[in-house]
């Protein structure tokens, strides 16, 4: 009877409560200078409680074998790993979209890319992310978030080394 009471309790007060999100910070590194640019990379407030991210990234180099890092991370006394850290070859899930989490990710950032290059990346290749907006309730229906501080790290490697890295901060409030 406990039992049932308590998830009446419980389910009363999680429904109806919309998560918010809002990007606190927005990074993009090059390590390599050779290897491309990012004309573009940041954040655009819309009103006080919504924002977007707006990254453009032009190569300067023909790139092959590209890896790519994916860590979504949490903040518990400092950034803490959480759920995922998947590294892949970027072509080679372009291609066939194959990797199960990457795809789930790529699904949500579609409508948001403008793609108009394939793999390998050629000299002056453009890849742009525009007014890219978090909507917590596609994101709460596959992930677990709780309200707090989240952050995604995407770094790309070339050659065996990090060259490019985009980290991106934001909080979830329930």
Known sequence: MWAVFLLALFLMTTVGHKVESKFKSLHCN?????????????????NRYKNTISVTFRSKKHQEKIMVRLEALKRVNGWRPFLYNI???LCNFMEKRNNFYVNLAFSYLEPYLKLNY???????????CEKLQFDMEKIRARFPVETGEYGLRMGFYYKGGIKVSICKWFSAVL
């Open 118 to 128: 394939s793999c390998p990346l050629k000299v002056n290749d453009i890849i742009k």
């Open 30 to 46: 090059i390590y390599d200078p050779s290897i491309g640019e990012f004309p573009l990379c940041r954040i655009k407030a819309l």
């Open 87 to 89: 590294t892949f070859d």
